[in-house]
Every structure is written in C-alpha cells, then in structure tokens.
Nanobody, 128 residues
Framework: QVQLVESGGGLAQAGGSLRLSCAVSGRTVSGYAMAWFRQPPGNEREFVAAISWSGTPGYADSVKGRFTISRDNAKNTVYLQMNSLKPEDAAVYSC??????????????????????WGQGTQVTVSS
C-alpha cells in the first residue's frame, strides 16, 4: 500500500530554517505532482506548495520567497526548505500525492481535492 512519511519537523526560532522531507513507498511518484499543506492550530488546512511531475513549482502567496519545494525522483522523496520562519508558519505540515489527472493551474494544484494520498503530518513550531 502507498505510504507517505514526513520528517524534519520540530522547533525553530523566528527567522530560522527547517527542511521537511516526505518519503513515499508503494508507488513510484516520478510521474505525479506532489504538494505540501499545513493546518495551523484552530484553522483549516491550507495549501503551501506544489511541484509538478516535471519539477515546476507553485506556492501560496504567504510563503513565496521564503519556502522552496523540490523533489528527488530517484529517492521517491519531496522536500520543503523553509527559511525566514515566522510564528504564523507554525502548523502540522502534511505531504500529498496528486491524481494522475491533475491540470497544472494554481486553482487545481492548490486544491485538496486534487490529491489522493496523504501523510500523517509533522509538527512545526516557531518560537518568537
């Protein structure tokens, strides 16, 4: 079965950095888009970043210029490099694998409905 396991979360200072990893087993993800979502305390899950099967990134406006999504298809892994962290970045971060029918437009790759496999998430805490 398909499993996604996130790692790299933890506590960071405001202005600091963390790198999250998501390792996928049970399928080869080289032909699929992947994404990161987050759920802050008391709020709904929101889109953070996505990357197409060919490596094209897309970002939420709130993280542009600070976060970078990348993938290593040989390792079946996607990454999220988070720099210049802010307290409002604190959340549970989850990675996801998209449907094969995903159209690469922001309205589609930012939608939870485009993703069919999800990890359980990793906690990111940012102190001020």
């Amino acid at each position: 079965q398909v499993q996604l396991v996130e790692s790299g979360g933890g506590l960071a200072q405001a202005g600091g950095s963390l790198r999250l990893s998501c390792a996928v087993s049970g399928r080869t993800v080289s032909g699929y888009a992947m994404a990161w979502f987050r759920q802050p305390p008391g709020n709904e899950r929101e889109f953070v970043a996505a990357i197409s099967w060919s490596g094209t990134p897309g970002y939420a406006d709130s993280v542009k210029g600070r976060f970078t999504i990348s993938r290593d298809n040989a390792k079946n892994t996607v990454y999220l490099q988070m720099n210049s962290l802010k307290p409002e970045d604190a959340a549970v971060y989850s990675c996801a694998v998209a449907s094969s029918s995903l159209i690469w437009r922001d309205a589609y790759y930012s939608s939870r409905r485009s993703y069919i496999y999800w990890g359980q998430g990793t906690q990111v805490t940012v102190s001020s």
